[in-house]
Structures are given as C-alpha cells and as structure tokens.
C-alpha cells in the first residue's frame, strides 16, 4: 500500500518537474510598456476628421452607421465573465487592420496601437468581420426599381469614365490586380514596371462590365 501511494507521489512530482521545464523563463523580460491611441478617434472625428479618416479609412459619419449595423449581432455578446470591448472599439480595430497592408497591418501592429493582447486583437478581426458579412446581401447590391440604387450606380460609372475613358465606364463593378514577377528589368522604360514591392513586375486584371444601360 505504501509502496503504491509513494509511486504516485512520485509520477506527482515528475509530472510537476515537467511542467516547470516547460514554463520557466531563464532570463526575465520588462514588460513591454503600451500607449494606445483609441481614446484619440472621437476627438479627431469632431476636430480633425482627416485624421480619423486616415486611420479607419471612413468617415465619422459612415463609422457612426456601422456601429448602429452591427452592433445587435449576437457575436458581440456572450456569457462570459470577462466582457468583451465596447463594440466601436472592435470596429475601429478592425477598419485600422483591413486598411492598412504590410508591417502595418500586423496583429503586432495593431497590438501597439490599441493597448491589448494579440489574442484580443485577432478576436475582433473575426467578430467584426461576421457581423458585417452579415449585411452583405442588403448593402451590396443594385436594384433596378430603387430609383437611389440607380443614381448611385449612375454617380460610380460617371467617376470611372472622367478617370479613364468612355469604353471604361461600364467597368465599376470590381477590378482586382495579380501581379506576375518578370525575368529581368525590361529595356524599354523599365523604371515603370518596378512595384511597391520591389520587383519588376506585369499585373493582370480583371474587370466586370455593365453594359445594360450603356450605348457603347
């Protein structure tokens, strides 16, 4: 009997060592210290909206209308004795995430920017993006019998064609761009092939035409 209570002793303690090779820390860290910028959006959206603008990529106004979209989505509520942020704030993370690309739009960059833990962080991308995809069948779309519908449509073919050209103005709907890395630098204006990733490159798009009211 004895012997069997000292061989789980044993395991207890083994299983105990175990633990402590894996978690401990041979050579403490500081805390990183952190200075986030949220609290500064609402004096930039009544002061300097460009500002705000500059780091959401909207408008005080059309942020505003998201929250009031998204914010009854039962992703933003749960049970959970630890409360989630407020749900503006998870919006602002995410706008600030999507509209940024590179370093910039890292969960590391987002972490220096907001204050919280890169776990927090990825939660809201997820949380916000299923509450907005939630509208996508109600925002994205054109309705031939909504005369607003229409004249929105009307209003991003009338921008395309004093951008491009006349053949281009059917053209609103979505373009998108695939870069393909050339061999070398060409020898016939090279310097206009390099990208913003430093590469010479060609980029093939695609475009998605409305000619349903157009005379072209």
Known sequence: MYQRIFGQFIDAVCALH??????????????LSRSPQLHLLPEWALHVPEKFQRKLRISPS???ALVKRIEDHP????????AQLPVPIQLAIFLNAVGHYGNAA????????VGVSV?????????????????????IHFDVLDR???MERERAKQWVEARTCREWRGGFLCIDGTPFNLYQKPGWHGEGFFDKNSNYSLSA???MFSFNDDKL
């Open 18 to 31: 175990d633990e402590v090779e894996k978690s401990r820390v041979l050579n403490s860290r500081p805390k």
């Open 62 to 64: 059309v942020f505003d």
């Open 75 to 82: 992703i933003f509520y749960n049970s959970s004795n630890n």
């Open 106 to 113: 890292t969960q590391e960059d987002q972490v220096e920017w």
């Open 119 to 139: 776990r927090t962080v990825y939660n809201c991308l997820k949380r916000t993006m299923v509450a907005i995809l939630q509208h996508h069948d109600d925002a």
């Open 148 to 150: 607003e519908d229409q």
């Open 205 to 207: 798009q695609v475009c």
